[in-house]
């Protein structure tokens, strides 16, 4: 979830997972109640914009946001 390049990432979790077997994740989603969320979202206001290309670790739990993954 947290890393720089996530499509990457999920590329690899499928290339080594065996075949018909299952990834599960568990991921924080915008506007999740959790502390851990809301103090996310605190901080964020008070640090410097992401660099160009930065990809949100919390859209990883946002369905929309995440593109096809080919399988292997």
Same mark, same amino acid.
């Given at each position: 979830?947290f890393?720089?390049?996530? *499509? !990457?990432?999920?590329?690899?979790m499928v290339?080594? %997972?065996?075949?018909?077997?299952k990834i599960?994740?568990g991921?924080?989603?915008?506007? !999740?109640?959790?502390l851990v969320? *809301?103090?996310?979202k =605190? +901080? +964020? +206001?008070?640090t410097?914009?992401p660099?160009?290309g930065?990809?949100s670790?919390?859209?990883?739990g946002?369905? +929309? %946001?995440i593109?096809? =993954?080919? %399988?292997?």
């Open positions: 979830m890393a720089p390049r996530p *499509q !990457d990432v999920a590329h690899e290339r080594v %997972t065996k075949p018909g077997g599960v994740m991921n924080w989603i915008p506007g !999740d109640p959790t969320a *809301q103090i996310l =605190i +901080s +964020s +206001s008070y410097p914009p660099p160009e930065f990809i670790p919390m859209l990883w946002v369905e +929309s %946001t593109p096809p =993954i080919p %399988t292997c």
